[in-house]
């Protein structure tokens, strides 16, 4: 009897944990930008906030869906 392999081609644990890391080096520059997005907000006026249209209680929210586009 022959042996089929099962394992789907991109299973190989190297490709996997590259895979892993990748995607923990996307989280950190999505955080680090949503990090770096409330800090620039924060430092604003409540004049300039409200020129932006963006009440200081939203920040958290505005950079939020803007660094992770919902």
Do not use: C, W
């Not at 955080?31 to 430092?43: F, G, I, K, Q």
């Not at 006026?45 to 586009?69: C, K, M, P, T, W």
């Amino acid at each position: 009897m022959a042996f089929a392999a099962t394992t789907p081609r991109g299973f190989h644990p190297v490709a996997r944990l590259n895979a892993a890391f990748a995607a923990l080096r996307a989280a950190r520059k999505r955080r680090a930008a949503y990090n770096e997005t409330v800090s620039e907000l924060s430092a604003l006026s409540n004049r300039e906030l409200i020129d932006l249209g963006v009440d200081r209680h939203d920040i958290q929210r505005v950079a939020f869906e803007h660094v992770y586009r919902l």
